[in-house]
Nanobody, 117 residues
Framework: QVQLVESGGGLVQAGGSLRLSCAAS????????MGWYRQAPGKLRELVAI??????????NYADSVKGRFTISSDNAKNTIYLQMNSLKPEDTAVYFC????????WGQGTQVTVSS
């Protein structure tokens, strides 16, 4: 099994930036997909960004609400997934979770992001 630990959340003003990190307890380079989800109070967990390895190479998808502002990346040497978040908006306020797909299907514990107006 593998454990995922998120960090980098916090309080930021609208228009600001944060970089979230998701550190895995061992290599996750061979697993796909990997991504970030978020859950705001009273709402369902939703996809933010996800990256997958396909027969055509690497495929990355973003929620429409974050396209052009958020970027997902990974550093295999550090067993870490990142989410760079720029031009943050109050509606980005949520707990952010990282996820690694089958066969692990493992979630991190989440990190709070709060964007003030």
């Amino acid at each position: 099994q593998v454990q995922l630990v998120e960090s980098g959340g916090g309080l930021v003003q609208a228009g600001g930036s944060l970089r979230l990190s998701c550190a895995a307890s061992r290599s996750i380079a061979s697993f796909t997909p990997m991504g970030w989800y978020r859950q705001a109070p009273g709402k369902l967990r939703e996809l933010v960004a996800i990256t997958s390895v396909t027969g055509r190479g690497r495929d990355t998808n973003y929620a429409d609400s974050v396209k052009g502002r958020f970027t997902i990346s990974s550093d295999n040497a550090k067993n870490t997934i990142y989410l760079q978040m720029n031009s943050l908006k109050p509606e980005d306020t949520a707990v952010y979770f990282c996820y690694v797909g089958p066969p692990l299907n493992v979630w991190g514990q989440g990190t709070q992001v709060t964007v003030s107006s």
